[in-house]
């Protein structure tokens, strides 16, 4: 169930689930009757094009195409279906400019809209989406398809309640849209009312019982729940039903971390090898032509790439394989790790015999691709992306026993910051983060808002330091004005940007406590005292009551979903005996 995000659920919209196809059996209908209105040898052409574009011989279907387009550049509906032939092909770019050339010349054309709105979705792309779709509903308004895809585009802009008030106003009163159900149960979930969601997957389920999207979205809200065994049962059935092949990666996915939640390791992992479709809505194209190294194989005395994935939380927190994946490889062998800009410096004084190159994410041609520029093509005789080691080197919770503290901080900063913290009011320094940067694709139903931090803000004696990223302003003033809590903000420093320096200042410090991000992941890192405050079935937890990256990590859960309260209340009190000392 994702809008955006950087989770492994985010970025597609498996549980959103977009309306149409360019190239279904309905929209080749429709096309052949409007060239069947045509006459003479383009016509002829073109239904030759349509024929080869059921059979998915896309080629076929281009060469007939451009024929036309040799003899008449102004056939629109040639256009079209040479722009659904390179969508099919993920050619996006090239798909983009046909649909364009064929509106232009078929304005109004209610399939043209569609598909040229379902492929604005697909690269990202939702304010262009909108205009066109309501450009459609403005000549029918009644379109079931155009209007569940407007709700996905204004829910992809981050406005949740508008795409939600849309789908209800066109429900009221109507039944036998299971689809459109579908959607706004999944609207809703993001909200975080998952018992008015789930009535609507069913109702959705009730009435097309084999649509896969609503089933893995109430396996979705099951695993958000804590309920993983209850989730994969679900997710299963979303798998069997089948789901279209887009959306499959995004269930496996699900259920990998429903497998992990449950501390079933082996087949966790391997259902997590489904991030690596292209098919998976935040796949990331590493355009390597050398061998990928696949679980099993040896690495002994061999150039290997080990490419940083995910957020950089992500990087961070399976970066804790590096040393076990260079002791595999030998002295005669070269371990080489591409991170994220921001984590070279720390990554190459954490790990000395490792080779650390930076890796950079780009749009080229409507997809994302990953290039590292430091190792050019045929630079290592394997690469793989980070997480795929997981299965080899962390199949069980006993080969997590040396995790944690990896991560070296600069002396001389931690210093610094030591120093500098001299002259904040006395008692224990205590770093606080309680929200992410991606707060989309439900991550926000994983996090409190910051309002349930009163207990814990309200201990005495204890001297909070900010070490939250990005504005936060309107959390820090509300702490002052309401829980009379001054937050220090450390001067000086980009918490967002200057990630070595942040990982030193996080070390100078007594605690740090917050949800999972990258912040918290650096601190951890570098065998920091942390406390985690985590959702209910958190999956890092891995089905255990503590957390195995980071073996000095305090874990702090709800027993209920989202029932933060009693959380903060334990956290509070944990505080105040632990540290009242130090007062």
Not at 168 to 181: C, S
Not at 403 to 418: F, H, I, N, Q, T
Not at 425 to 443: D, N
Not at 486 to 502: M, S, V
Request: proline share 7%; net charge negative.
């Amino acid at each position: 169930m994702t809008l955006q995000g950087g989770d492994p659920r985010s970025g597609g919209l498996p549980g959103l689930a977009v309306m149409g196809s360019s190239g279904s059996e309905a929209m080749l209908e429709e096309a052949a009757r409007r060239i069947a209105d045509g006459k003479g040898s383009e016509a002829a052409t073109l239904t030759l094009a349509i024929s080869a574009l059921g059979r998915r011989d896309f080629e076929e279907t281009m060469r007939l195409c451009l024929k036309v387009l040799d003899a008449n550049e102004r056939n629109g509906q040639a256009w079209h279906l040479l722009a659904i032939s390179h969508e099919a092909r993920k050619d996006f770019a090239t798909a983009l400019s046909c649909y364009e050339a064929a509106l232009a010349l078929l304005p109004g054309n209610s399939i043209v809209l569609l598909n040229l709105s379902r492929l604005a979705l697909t690269m990202g792309l939702s304010e262009i989406a909108e205009r066109l779709i309501r450009a459609l509903l403005d000549s029918d308004p009644g379109n079931p398809e155009a209007t569940n895809n407007l709700a996905i585009a204004l829910a992809a802009q981050g406005r949740v309640d508008e795409a939600i008030e849309t789908l209800r106003a066109f429900l009221k009163g109507q039944n036998g849209h299971p689809n459109l159900l579908n959607t706004l149960g999944a609207l809703v979930s993001e909200t975080g009312d998952l018992t008015t969601a789930n009535l609507l997957f069913s109702e959705a389920l009730r009435l097309a019982p084999g649509l896969a999207s609503a089933a893995y979205n109430l396996g979705d809200n099951l695993l958000v729940k804590g309920e993983p065994a209850e989730a994969i049962v679900r997710i299963n059935t979303a798998l069997d039903a089948p789901p279209p092949p887009e959306d499959r990666p995004a269930m496996m996915v699900a259920r990998a971390l429903a497998l992990l939640s449950m501390g079933d390791l082996a087949e966790g992992w391997k259902d997590y090898e489904a991030r690596n479709d292209p098919n998976w809505p935040g796949f990331i194209n590493n355009l390597r032509t050398e061998n990928l190294w696949r679980p099993g194989e040896p690495l002994a005395g061999r150039r290997l790439l080990v490419l940083g994935e995910q957020g950089l939380g992500d990087e961070v927190m399976f970066a804790g394989l590096l040393p076990d994946v260079k002791a595999r490889i030998g002295a005669t062998g070269e371990l080489i790790f591409a991170t994220e800009p921001r984590l070279v410096d720390l990554m190459s004084r954490s790990f000395p015999d490792t080779r650390v190159e930076l890796h950079r994410v780009a749009e080229v041609g409507g997809h994302r691709v990953r290039i590292v520029p430091g190792v050019p093509e045929g630079g290592c005789d394997v690469w793989t992306p980070i997480a795929s080691l997981l299965q080899e080197f962390r199949p069980s919770l006993p080969s997590f026993a040396k995790a944690g503290g990896y991560l070296r901080p600069d002396r001389g900063k931690v210093a610094y910051w030591r120093r500098t913290l001299e002259g904040v009011p006395p008692g224990p320094r205590v770093g606080l983060l309680w929200k992410s940067a991606v707060m989309a694709a439900g991550r926000k139903r994983a996090f409190s808002l910051f309002d349930a931090w009163e207990p814990i803000l309200r201990t005495p004696g204890v001297t909070f330091v900010n070490l939250q990223y990005d504005d936060c302003e309107a959390e820090l003033q509300l702490a002052r004005d309401q829980f009379g809590v001054e937050i220090w903000n450390p001067p000086g420093i980009d918490l967002k940007q200057d990630l070595d320096d942040l990982t030193a200042l996080s070390s100078a410090l007594d605690l740090v406590i917050g949800f999972s991000n990258a912040t918290f992941n650096l601190a951890a890192a570098a065998g920091a005292p942390a406390w985690l405050i985590a959702a209910k079935g958190a999956w890092t937890a891995l089905g255990t009551d503590r957390y195995p990256w980071y073996p000095q990590v305090r874990l702090y859960q709800p027993t209920a979903f989202a029932e933060w309260g009693p959380v903060m209340d334990r956290v509070a009190g944990d505080l105040a005996r632990e540290f009242g000392a130090r007062v």
